[in-house]
């Protein structure tokens, strides 16, 4: 309720009717609805409304709590009872998440609301949940905690011969054993060559000694997310391998040692992207250094070069994961959850970073 009255104000104070919101998983937080299908109508004042269809009715009566409920007919959609509720006539402007509604609703609305101000609204929601309660903080700590306990596990299952598909299911099989929800994400298993593949999902391909293999994935953990990346080493490596190893090391920790309250994305991204190309490896990192963390695995701050309009502050909580990758060759990502706090980050992850030989 704290979150809807707080959204309520945010609503008033942009001069809005109401909000119109879309995006589920800021509708999971919200009212705690967890299904796929469903359309949450805030109003400035008064209760909010909240519109799914038959196959969440009992669910509803479960999770759903501080809103109005419309079960739709099976032979209607979510938009066509809105207009039925005529929920729109008493106002003149209402915003929607611009970034999250697809275009034949807005269309819809547009022509059947002709009276109405539509306003294309960025982060409304998204702005709330960047700031970080303790009790959201310990969730994302215990996502964090189960994925260390996993990679600690599985890290000793790897050997020569094994899948990088095999180790992918290890690893959601022990998020899951080990207290978790499931996967954060599809879990990424990149060795070898395809080490160079920032985001490779796992593949049939066996490793083998003397590659890199980055296990990349996260836990969920009753509606909050962990992130994690470690490249581990299967037997000695190439000295280069070594090499991007120990860059990405010193870039990552820099990033984490000058985080502090009040510089921006961009600064920060400055901090692991400077290390990297004074070591020559500038145009071998080519994404960000972090991403906000929580409700969603990509959240808001943005810390990369486009993070200029975030200020880091208190109560956030992202990724720091800066990572070289080298057609042909390989590549290395360390990536850490971390915690703002007063004066700088708390680390959340416990595993090693020294590069593991397996
Ligand atoms: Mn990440």
Redesign the pocket.
């Known amino acids: 309720m704290a979150r809807l009255a707080k959204l309520q104000k945010t609503v008033r104070d942009h001069g809005l009717d109401a909000l119109l919101i879309t995006h589920l998983p800021n509708i999971h937080y919200l009212i705690g609805y967890s299904g796929s299908n469903g359309i949450l109508i805030v109003p400035a004042q008064g209760k909010p409304h909240f519109f799914t269809d038959f196959r969440y009715k009992a669910q509803v009566k479960l999770e759903v709590a501080g809103a109005k409920i419309t079960i739709v007919d099976r032979e209607r959609t979510l938009l066509d009872a809105i207009v039925d509720k005529q929920l729109f006539m008493d106002f003149d402007a209402v915003g929607f998440e611009e970034s999250r509604i697809p275009f034949w609703m807005h269309d819809f609305l547009r022509k059947k609301f002709r009276h109405l101000k539509l306003v294309a609204k960025k982060e409304m929601v998204e702005s709330m949940t960047m700031i970080k309660t303790d009790d959201e903080i310990s969730m994302i700590q215990k996502a964090a905690e189960i994925g260390d306990m996993v990679f600690d596990k599985v890290i000793q299952m790897i050997k020569p011969g094994m899948s990088e598909r095999e180790i992918s299911a290890e690893i959601s099989y022990y998020s899951k054993k080990m207290g978790g929800d499931g996967d954060a994400f599809e879990v990424i298993v990149a060795s070898g060559e395809r080490s160079a593949l920032p985001h490779g999902t796992a593949s049939e391909k066996k490793v083998k000694k003397g590659e890199m293999i980055t296990l990349?994935f996260?836990v969920r953990y009753r509606g909050f997310n962990s992130?994690?990346?470690r490249t581990v080493a299967l037997g000695k490596v190439s000295t280069e391998l070594q090499k991007m190893y120990d860059v990405v090391r010193v870039a990552q920790q820099r990033a984490i040692d000058k985080a502090r309250p009040g510089m921006n994305g961009r600064e920060l991204d400055n901090v692991a992207r400077d290390y990297i190309t004074l070591h020559g490896y500038g145009s071998k990192f080519g994404h960000g250094t972090?991403?906000g963390?929580g409700i969603e695995?990509?959240e808001i701050p943005v810390i990369a070069q486009r993070g200029e309009r975030f200020t880091l502050e208190p109560y956030q909580v992202f990724?720091i994961?800066p990572g070289i990758y080298i057609e042909g060759l390989g590549g290395v990502r360390i990536?850490d959850d971390v915690i703002m706090r007063k004066d700088n980050v708390e680390v959340i992850n416990k595993s090693p970073k020294e590069l593991i030989v397996l």
Request: proline share 0%; aromatic share 0%; glycine share 16%.
């Open positions: 990349d996260g992130d994690m990346t972090g991403h963390l695995v990509h990724t994961e990536e």
